[in-house]
T-cell receptor
């Protein structure tokens, strides 16, 4: 059974700080792992998809890494801005099928001006 | 390129009624999946469709059903609504090729259902 855990559950940082969000998963036989952002009352916005053959992916100030052997992924946000305030979710495919994603409970990020 | 479109965005129903939610995927995407999001349970998988076939179903009662049409648009239906069905229902599409790797999922804004 795939379980996805995210820590911390909430994070408050001053603007400009670099930060790391953590995601761990129990079943490492995954095709990929995806990071999302969710603003209050909104849907999910895809941030980064890391294929199992990759170790990291970058998009602007975001960098996500994947270590299948340890069952961990991290999302690094450089030079945080108030507009980065949102809930960040990671999701890994379920072990019985890659047709579904198992989501972590998210990290709620607040970037203070 | 239009994103995933879900309708209606908000709806209020009473217990015992039924509801149908609609999802139009990104053009060219053949895989559509549905998720339920609640404060207590987080995001939970409902079902996934590819080329009109349901390939996987989550652990939800039979009151939850769905289908996909030949143009890849999808609908989900919840019958005999209960208070606990109040949630944000999210639809996602992907450029799946029929294999096991779903690829990148793109979500719509969701349909927020309130059951009174």
């Amino acid at each position: 059974k795939q379980e996805v855990t995210q820590i911390p559950a909430a994070l408050s940082v001053p603007e400009g700080e670099n930060l790391v969000l953590n995601c761990s998963f129990t079943d490492s036989a995954i095709y990929n792992l995806q990071w999302f952002r969710q603003d209050p009352g909104k849907g999910l916005t895809s941030l980064l998809l890391i294929q199992s053959s990759q170790r990291e992916q970058t998009s602007g100030r975001l960098n996500a890494s994947l270590d299948k052997s340890s069952g961990r992924s991290t999302l690094y946000i450089a030079a945080s801005q108030p507009g980065d305030s949102a809930t960040y979710l990671c999701a890994a495919p379920g072990p019985d099928s890659s047709y579904k994603l198992i989501f972590g409970s998210g990290t709620r990020l607040l970037v203070r001006p | 390129k239009a994103g995933v479109t879900q309708t209606p965005r908000y709806l209020i129903k009473t217990r015992g009624q039924q509801v149908t939610l609609s999802c139009s995927p990104i053009s060219g995407h053949r895989s559509v999946s549905w998720y339920q999001q609640t404060p207590g349970q987080g995001l939970q998988f409902l079902f996934e469709y590819f080329s009109e076939t349901q390939r996987n179903k989550g652990n939800f009662p039979g009151r939850f059903s769905g289908r996909q049409f030949s143009n890849s648009r999808s609908e989900m239906n919840v019958s005999t609504l209960e208070l606990g069905d109040s949630a944000l229902y999210l639809c996602a599409s992907s450029l799946a090729d029929g294999g096991m790797n779903t690829g990148e999922l793109f979500f719509g804004e969701g349909s927020r259902l309130t059951v009174l």
